[in-house]
C-alpha cells in the first residue's frame, strides 16, 4: 500500500497523519506527528472469545529513546508500564469502547507505542487521535471518529493544546473527547473555575476536535477497508427475551425501591431458576445445558436492565426510592486513628473510605521520570480497594488499573488546594485512602475524606473538597440525570460523570459513557446539579471540621529551617558526607541541603531537633575569639593536639596551652578521641585557629 499523508493545522502547529509506511500486518496503523512528538499506533483484532465482556486492550508504551534518554535501573530496558502509562491507557480505552457494537466480542487491542518527544507537545493526546485513526482505516467494527482536545487558560485566555510550559501557568487542563458535537470522555483538573467557565472550555474542545475529527473522515476515504461483519458466540432464539422478560419483571417488581444494595442482583438469581424451570424444553435447538444457562444467564441480565431503564425513564424512581437530585445520607469523622497525622472516615450510604495522612521530609518525596520531564513529587494519594469492601474475597495484590486511575483522580482534586510556599508548610504529604465498603462513588469518598483528613492533620489547605459522582439513563429521546450514583445505577445506566471542587469551583472533572456521546446542553444540565450536590456536601463536611488544625499531631514531625552561605554547604557536607552523616546519627533528624543554602531539619523530637540546629551552626559557623567549646582530640603532635570544635573544624592546642603547669609529653594528658573544653585564642588570616585550655574548668566526667 502506498504511504498516505494527511496533515491539519491545529493550535499554530502541524498535525500530521500518516499510514502505509509503518505495521502493514496491522489492521490498521497510523503514524502521527506533532511538533517534535510523534507515536505510532496499530490496532488489531481477531479470534471470538466467549465471555461476558468484550475483550479490548488499550498498551501505551513510552520509549525512553523518544527523548534521548537510557532507563535508569539495573536492566537498563523498559520493564512493565509505569503509573503514568497505565492512566494514559485508561484515558484512551474510555472514548473507544462505547463506540464498538455491542454485539462484537473479537479479542482487540490497540498499541501505542511513544516514538519522540519534545518535552511540549503532548504524545498522550496523539495516543488517543493515532487509536481512533488506526481504528478507522480498518475492517474493524468502529463507529468513529473521535478526537481529543486539551485546553488550557493563562490570563483568563483560552489555549487549544497548550505545551508543557504554558501549561505551567494554565489554570485549566481538560482533555475533551468528541464524537460528532457530542461529548465521549472529560479527564481533567481546574483551579477552582466556575461550571459556565469549564463549560466554555468543553465548547471550544468541541469546535476543534471537529476539524481532527474531519482530518480522520479524510483518511478513512482514502484508505479505509470495508467493515467486517460481527461473528456472534451464539444465537439468541427468537421469543426467549421476551418470555424471560415476563419471569424475571415481577421479582424484580418486589424489592425494586427498598434500598437494599444487592436486591435487584439477588432478584435476578431467584429470576434465573425460574427461568431454566419454566423455560426447560422449549429451546429444543440448543442441545447444549451449558449453552442455554448462559443464554438464560445474559437474559436475566439484560431482563434487569431493561426493568431499571424503564422504572427511571418512566416513573422517575430509583431503586433505593431516592428521587433523581437526592444525596445519599453523609457521617463524618475526624482523629478516628490514634498514631497517623491526621485520619478520617467518611461514610455516604454504603461506600465508606477510611483516609489517613502522614507528614515527612524532602527525603519522603517521590522521584518522577518521564517523558515530559524530571522532578520530585510532595504530594501523594493513594487509593485501596480491599476485596472485602464489596463482600468478596480475591487475592490481595498490588494496585490494579482502577486503583491507581481512582487515586490519580482524588490526587488531582485535592492538588489545587494544598499548601504551596515551602517556607510555610515544608512537608511531604501522603494520603492514603482504604476502601471499607463500596456502593458507587468511592473515589469522590475519598476526595472528601482526604479534605476531612488534611484539615485534621493541620495541612493548611485553602478550602475545603468534595466530590459527587452523576448517573444518566437515555434511551435517546427521553433522559433523566441521577445525583450520587449507586453501584446499579452505575452498572445499568449511561454515563458516570465525577465533579469535585469548592465552594468557588471544580477542582477535578471525569466522564465516562456507554452510549456514543451527550449533547454539550445535558452536560451543562449536569454540571448545575453537580454544583448544588457539592455544597450541600461542603456543608455536612464542615459541620464537623470547616478549617484546619491549627496545631499538627504531637506524632508528626517537626520542620526547622536554616540558612547557610552557599560557600559553606561543602563544610557541612563534609569530605564524603562524613560532616552531615554524624549529625543525623547523633541526633536521629533528616537533613536536607538545597542548592542555595536552605537546610530544613526533620524530627519528631524537639530537643534533637535544637541540637541538630546547634551543631548545623557550628559547622558553617566561624569559630569566635574567645567563645568555649566542647571538642575533641583528632590528633596528636610533638608540640601540640589539634582538637575539632565543630564538624570539619580543628585548631591547635600548642603544648604551652595544654595546662598551666609544664609539660613535657602531650600523650601524657591528651589521648586521640579525648573529649575537652578549649578556648579560641586566636584565628589567623589563613584561616588557622590557636586553643587554649588554660583557666577552661574541663568536664571530668568526659
Not at 72 to 90: H, S, Y
Not at 193 to 217: D, G, H
Not at 663 to 668: G, K, L, Q, S, T
Request: net charge negative.
Amino acid at each position: 500500500m502506498a504511504t498516505v499523508v494527511k496533515q491539519r493545522e491545529i493550535a499554530g502547529r502541524t498535525l500530521s497523519i500518516e499510514t502505509g509506511r509503518m505495521a502493514k500486518q496491522a489492521d490498521g496503523a497510523v503514524y502521527i506527528t506533532y511538533g517534535g512528538s510523534a507515536v505510532l499506533v496499530a490496532a488489531t483484532s481477531g479470534g471470538l472469545r466467549d465471555l461476558p465482556f468484550f475483550p479490548l486492550t488499550i498498551e501505551y508504551r513510552e520509549r525512553k529513546y523518544a527523548s534521548g534518554k537510557i532507563p535508569g535501573g539495573f536492566f537498563k530496558r523498559e520493564g512493565r508500564p509505569q503509573e503514568n502509562e497505565i492512566l494514559t491507557a485508561r484515558l484512551i480505552d474510555r472514548p473507544l469502547r462505547p463506540l464498538f457494537p455491542n454485539d462484537y466480542m473479537e479479542e482487540t487491542q490497540v498499541f501505542i507505542l511513544v516514538l519522540s518527544s519534545d518535552d511540549q507537545n503532548d504524545p498522550s493526546l496523539l495516543g488517543m487521535l493515532g487509536a481512533s485513526a488506526s481504528l478507522m482505516i480498518s475492517d474493524i467494527p468502529w463507529d468513529g471518529p473521535v478526537s481529543s482536545v486539551k485546553i488550557g487558560r493563562i490570563n483568563e485566555e483560552f489555549v487549544v493544546n497548550p505545551t508543557v510550559d504554558q501549561l505551567e501557568d494554565s489554570d485549566i487542563d481538560l482533555v475533551v473527547a468528541v464524537k460528532g458535537t457530542d461529548v465521549v470522555m472529560l479527564e481533567g483538573s481546574t483551579r477552582q473555575l466556575s461550571e459556565a467557565e469549564v463549560m466554555e472550555a468543553i465548547r471550544l474542545a468541541a469546535s476543534e476536535a471537529a476539524k481532527i475529527n474531519e482530518l480522520q473522515i479524510e483518511l478513512r476515504e482514502a484508505v479505509g477497508r470495508e467493515k467486517r461483519k460481527s461473528e456472534k458466540a451464539f444465537e439468541i432464539p427468537d421469543g426467549l427475551q421476551e418470555a424471560v422478560n415476563a419471569i424475571a419483571f415481577p421479582e424484580f417488581e418486589k424489592v425494586y425501591g427498598n434500598g437494599i444494595k444487592n436486591a435487584l442482583s439477588e432478584a435476578g438469581k431467584i429470576a434465573r431458576d425460574n427461568a431454566t424451570e419454566e423455560l426447560a424444553g422449549k429451546y429444543t435447538e440448543i442441545d447444549d445445558e451449558k449453552l442455554l444457562a448462559r443464554i438464560l444467564s445474559d437474559a436475566v441480565n439484560e431482563a434487569e436492565k431493561l426493568f431499571a431503564r424503564q422504572k427511571l425513564l418512566v416513573d422517575h424512581m430509583r431503586p433505593d426510592g431516592r428521587n433523581e437530585g437526592d444525596v445519599r445520607k453523609i457521617t463524618c469523622e475526624v482523629g478516628v486513628l490514634p498514631r497517623p497525622h491526621g485520619s478520617a472516615l467518611f461514610t455516604r450510604g454504603e461506600t465508606q473510605a477510611l483516609v489517613a495522612v502522614t507528614l515527612g521530609g524532602a527525603r519522603d518525596e517521590q522521584r518522577i521520570d518521564g517523558l515530559l520531564g524530571e522532578y520530585m513529587k510532595d504530594f501523594m494519594l493513594h487509593y485501596n480497594f480491599p476485596s472485602f469492601s464489596v463482600g468478596e474475597v480475591r487475592p490481595a495484590r498490588g494496585p490494579g488499573r482502577r486503583e491507581i486511575g481512582h487515586g490519580h483522580l482524588a490526587e488531582t482534586a485535592l492538588a489545587s488546594v494544598m499548601p504551596k510556599n515551602k517556607t510555610e508548610f515544608n512537608y511531604t504529604i501522603r494520603i492514603v485512602s482504604d476502601i471499607l465498603e463500596s456502593n458507587g462513588s468511592s473515589s469522590q469518598a475519598t476526595i472528601c475524606g482526604g479534605s476531612l483528613s488534611l484539615m485534621d492533620a493541620g495541612v493548611p489547605i485553602t478550602d475545603a473538597v468534595a466530590g459527587v459522582a452523576l448517573g444518566l439513563v437515555t434511551d435517546g429521546k427521553d433522559y433523566i440525570i441521577l445525583s450520587d450514583i449507586a453501584g446499579v445505577e452505575d452498572h445499568l445506566g449511561d454515563m458516570d460523570l465525577k465533579i469535585a471542587g469548592t465552594a468557588r469551583g471544580i477542582t477535578a472533572i471525569q466522564m465516562d459513557l456507554k452510549v456514543e456521546g451527550i449533547s454539550l446542553d445535558i452536560l451543562s444540565e449536569a454540571m448545575i446539579r453537580a454544583k448544588g450536590n457539592r455544597e450541600y456536601i461542603l456543608n455536612e463536611m464542615n459541620s464537623v471540621i470547616s478549617s484546619p488544625r491549627d496545631e499538627l499531631s504531637e506524632f508528626a514531625p517537626r520542620v526547622y529551617t536554616i540558612q547557610i552561605e552557599k560557600d559553606m554547604i561543602g563544610k557541612l557536607i563534609g569530605p564524603g558526607g562524613k560532616n552531615i552523616r554524624a549529625i543525623t546519627e547523633e541526633t536521629g533528624a533528616d537533613i536536607n541541603i538545597d542548592d542555595d543554602g536552605t537546610v530544613v531539619v526533620l524530627s519528631d523530637d524537639a530537643e534533637a531537633a535544637n541540637r541538630t540546629l546547634e551543631l548545623i551552626e557550628m559547622s558553617t559557623g566561624k569559630p569566635k575569639l574567645g567563645q568555649i567549646y566542647d571538642g575533641v582530640v583528632a590528633n596528636i603532635m610533638n608540640f601540640g593536639a589539634f582538637v575539632e570544635i565543630m564538624p570539619g573544624t580543628d585548631g591547635l592546642v600548642h603544648i604551652s596551652q595544654i595546662s598551666e603547669n609544664r609539660v613535657e609529653n602531650v600523650e601524657d594528658v591528651l589521648k586521640r578521641g579525648q573529649h575537652v573544653r578549649v578556648k579560641v585564642k586566636a584565628v589567623k588570616n589563613d584561616g588557622k585557629i590557636d586553643l587554649t585550655m588554660k583557666g577552661v574548668e574541663q568536664d571530668v566526667d568526659k
